[in-house]
């Protein structure tokens, strides 16, 4: 394709004529009539055409200093030191150099200098996109037509026929609605992720060696622009290319209304609705939630169930409560039962076998009641890794999760107070802290039933001797903290409050969360659906798979100026690379609740046009249209806002998101039932039906003040009454809504990497991380951080290198003021109960539940236990996702090489404690 077909955005200079005298040539400049060969020049660079070009270092300067102050990139980079760049560009320098290679020694050093300053994660950005706006076409039809003109075959070609068809009938106005400006407002490691595991490219071959790869041709607004019209305009029956011209422009409004919100950030969805909208296999779920049997043909059902599903890019959770346990009589064959201990090393092996579909590692969680026998088993499966796990039979690949009765945290505290009382010279009781354990073929039914009814069955069995043996809930505690200190797992969800509180009681109870913890879908297999039936009769049809759909609301997007504030447009959040404000901003509630609406249509899209791995899938989610609606950047609110994370400022912030996120959804739901004259299938029974809100279950419960409205009013600044809440119930209850669920609060590793923001609802891990690229490892510095001490002029050299020595941690830097230091306190340097404050403040207004880690410097026993319980008391679904705790660095003192010069590949070594490594396999396996 020729250099003309390829254009950029008017005004925009090209990348290799920054580096090179005649890369193009000048439109007023005229061509020698007849050129005499040139002599080849002593130092040169290599062009795109394969021409050696002599090199000119003053057009780098040039080129960095467009990139930095033109506006059509976006806002002015104030703190790049153009010449400094240039003059570590020269210092780097190879004779024969290809301009592109130049372009990434150019990032590399503006990567290697953020922390100076964010600007210059900005300018590498800005390096890396204009190269592939150079070399690939701006028109969405251009893009496509190259991709399939590129591919080995048709077949390889990943768009779908409908979506190919669609973007040929509405080019034109496709390409008017495309901005491809909001391409720069992407920071360098969100581009990085993108490029990486997202946009499209001929073949599935990456080039690993380059972050330049040249496979890729599609560029992020032609993705976002994918996902809008593979969602909005194609349809389940696969022809909405022939949609009469009214009802497709009606579609194509829709699909740019959604664009604009995922191209400025505003919300953000799951990674299989990123990879696979617009394409010939639309499996846009993320979560799938499995039941096993406890005969052959079922349990391995699930193992065909559970690599399906990992192959089309969904996590798998299964739940595995109702498996015999070890030694447990098998009465057809007269032989006994090995466990769930050889059952769990085939799914490890799966697991490893069927990827997420070749875009990341495949990731299932595995939930076990403590009440069952082989516990222990289950809970020491996940510590040994390599050869000596394949001796073992363990499976440390996996991830573990307890669904905890209320009765086992009752003898849990019970123990505990024993001991305390004992230890002060008090009575002991020898029988506080007793748990029993059973085999569910020997004592059945215990999974299905919660609350008191669980109780009593639970103290029949007792009674009747029905238990294999007698421990203390302690030592189940215990055997978890050793894998809580090696792994972070096992999770923990408290059972009861899930069953109690879900809008889903009329159909059945939840035996188990997802991947993730957020999910609470009931699921059962057609070995249990007998079981099932009993709660409500449609069950009786066969086993279903609880399926749910992801989005989030990108937080940091709505933070407007305050009324009266000129420096900025009342409704137009500040660019991603500003410099702060004066604290005069607040949220935009209204806008979140309006991008919860957008969410909540888009997810009901999903459900429509999903492609699902399996009948039990789709019988679950046509059903009871589950939705999972989470949020991102809310540690970023707050430190624009200048709120110290856990304070009462702080609660009353995430109570007022969340409020209205679940508003928002609540309303748009029952529009959409409206709309269609009918709610999902299973609402009549729900506690919906009688209008019956999530914060009202939690009032009921006693978990929540009855006053929960004005607070509400309170935390949104009115936006929010009484009267709103008292009109969404009545409406609740004349039209219905479409989804049993609307709230989930979802980790968003992947995607708030793209969107620049912080994870899910969590403070900041640390001041400084190292981020892993092709190019070597580079600190980043909390951009909040360098803004807020800019702005004190306290941000200098001085005060770089004291924050690189302390590892990020302002908490012992004298200078820096005390409510600095209270601001930016990290996850570790917080007191663990502020995690729960936070998660009280707004878990009554999540229908579902959320990922809520824990912070800790050591792993730490007591801490743990305290932790847990708190969560229990404040009625929390979930005690624990991941119990986060620092590797061993040994006594070896932090050192760090402060210097520009080197290539980051090519740092010294550093022994950084307070630093975590961020990468694929550790943050992006199971999250959004």
């Not at 949020?631 to 995430?654: C, K, N, T």
Request: glycine share 6%; net charge neutral; hydrophobic share 40%.
């Amino acid at each position: 394709m020729s250099d003309e077909k390829l254009s950029e955005p008017q005004g925009l200079m090209p990348l290799g004529q920054a580096f090179v005298h005649a890369e193009g040539v000048s439109e007023q400049r005229p061509a020698p009539a007849a050129p005499a060969p040139p002599a080849a020049p002593t130092t040169y660079v290599v062009n795109r055409r394969g021409e050696k070009i002599p090199v000119l270092f003053d057009t780098i300067t040039q080129r960095n200093e467009d990139l930095r102050s033109n506006p059509a990139y976006g806002p002015e980079l104030c703190a790049i030191d153009s010449p400094a760049i240039t003059a570590a560009v020269v210092r780097r320098f190879c004779n024969g150099m290809s301009t592109r290679d130049l372009d990434a020694e150019t990032a590399g050093i503006c990567i290697g200098r953020s922390t100076h300053h964010p600007d210059y994660d900005a300018l590498a950005s800005r390096i890396y996109i204009s190269d592939l706006h150079k070399r690939t076409p701006t028109s969405l039809l251009g893009m496509v037509d190259a991709i399939i003109a590129a591919a080995p075959s048709r077949g390889s070609v990943r768009f779908s026929d409908e979506y190919i068809a669609i973007v040929r009938r509405a080019a034109p106005t496709i390409d008017a609605a495309l901005d491809m400006s909001r391409d720069f407002r992407l920071r360098f490691f969100g581009f990085q992720t993108m490029a990486r595991s997202y946009l499209l490219r001929p073949t599935s071959r990456r080039e690993e060696s380059s972050l330049l790869d040249e496979q890729v041709m599609e560029r992020p607004q032609h993705l976002y622009m994918r996902m809008a019209l593979g969602i909005f305009v194609c349809q389940p029956d696969k022809r909405g290319h022939e949609a009469d011209d009214l009802v497709f422009a009606q579609r194509l409004a829709a699909a740019f209304e959604f664009y604009d919100a995922l191209s400025l950030h505003r919300v953000s969805n799951a990674t299989p609705t990123v990879l696979n909208a617009g394409t010939k296999v639309e499996q846009l779920s993320s979560c799938f939630q499995i039941a096993t049997g406890d005969d052959l043909p079922t349990l391995f059902d699930t193992v065909k169930s559970a690599a399906l599903i990992s192959k089309w890019s969904g996590g798998v959770s299964l739940w595995l409560h109702n498996i015999r346990a070890e030694g447990a009589p098998i009465r057809s064959t007269g032989g006994s039962c090995s466990g769930i201990k050889r059952y769990v090393k085939i799914l490890n092996e799966v697991q490893l076998y069927v990827d997420q579909g070749g875009n990341r590692p495949g990731a299932f969680a595995l939930y076990l009641s403590p009440d069952h026998d082989d516990i222990f088993t289950f809970l020491g499966m996940v510590r040994l890794k390599g050869e000596e796990a394949l001796r073992s039979l363990n499976a440390p690949d996996l991830k573990y999760a307890l669904w905890v009765p209320d009765l086992f945290m009752e003898a849990l505290t019970a123990q505990l107070e024993n001991t305390a009382r004992a230890a002060a010279g008090g009575t002991n009781d020898p029988q506080a802290g007793d748990w029993h354990l059973f085999s569910p073929d020997e004592a059945p039914g215990l999974h299905l039933v919660h609350g008191a009814e669980y109780k009593a069955l639970y103290t029949r069995y007792v009674a009747e001797r029905r238990f294999r043996r007698c421990v203390k809930a302690g030592d189940i505690i215990s055997e978890a903290f050793t894998s809580w200190a090696q792994a972070g797992v096992p999770y923990v969800l408290f059972k009861d409050a899930c069953c109690r509180k879900s809008n889903m009681k009329n159909v059945a109870p939840p035996c188990s969360s997802n991947l993730c913890t957020e999910i609470l879908i009931p699921s059962w297999s057609e070995f249990d659906a007998p079981d099932f039936a009993r709660f409500h009769p449609g069950n009786a049809a066969g086993g279903e798979t609880g399926v749910c759909n992801l989005g989030a609301i990108c937080l940091e997007s709505f933070i407007v100026p305050q009324p009266g504030d000129d420096k900025a447009a009342a409704t137009q959040a500040a660019p991603p690379h500003a410099p702060p404000h004066a604290p005069k901003e607040t949220l935009d509630f209204a806008g979140i609740a309006a991008a919860a609406g957008l969410e909540t249509r888009v997810l009901n899209r999903v459900i429509d046009l999903n492609y699902y791995p399996s009948e039990e899938c789709r019988r679950s989610n046509r059903r009871h249209r589950p939705i999972g609606i989470g949020i991102m950047g809310l540690a970023d609110v707050l430190a624009r806002l200048a709120i110290v994370y856990g304070s009462s400022e702080a609660q009353a912030i995430a109570r007022g998101i969340a409020a209205t996120v679940y508003y928002g959804a609540l309303l748009e739901s029952c529009r959409l039932a409206k709309a269609s004259g009918r709610p999902y299938e299973t609402f009549a029974g729900s506690p919906l039906e009688s209008g019956k809100l999530q914060p009202d279950l939690w009032v009921e419960e006693g978990t929540l003040a009855a006053n929960w409205e004005l607070e509400v009013e309170a935390a949104t600044g009115g936006y929010l009454t009484p009267r709103d809440w008292a009109e969404l119930r009545i409406m609740v209850m004349e039209f219905g809504v479409v989804n049993a669920y609307a709230i989930a609060l979802m980790p968003t590793a992947t995607t708030s990497n793209i969107a620049g923001q912080n994870e899910c609802f969590d403070p900041f891990t640390y001041n400084i991380y190292t981020r892993k690229t092709l190019a070597g490892e580079f600190l980043v510095i909390n951009r909040h951080l360098i803004r807020r001490l800019t702005a004190l002029g306290l941000w200098d050299e001085k005060m770089r290198r004291e924050l690189l020595a302390a590892g990020g941690s302002v908490q012992e830097i004298a200078r820096v003021p005390a409510e600095v230091r209270r601001l930016f306190r990290t996850a570790r340097e917080l007191h663990p109960s502020y995690t729960i404050y936070m998660a009280k403040a707004m878990a009554p207004f999540i229908c579902q539940s959320m990922s809520m880690n824990l912070f800790l410097d050591e792993p730490n026993l007591p801490k743990i236990i305290r932790f847990l319980v708190e969560g229990w008391r404040a009625g929390l679904k979930t005690g624990l996702y991941y119990c986060h705790t620092k590797a061993a660095t040994g006594s070896q003192k932090t050192s760090i090489v402060v210097t520009d010069e080197a290539a980051p590949s090519q740092a010294a070594p550093q022994a950084q404690p307070r630093r975590v490594v961020c990468n694929e396999e550790v943050c992006t396996s199971c999250a959004i």
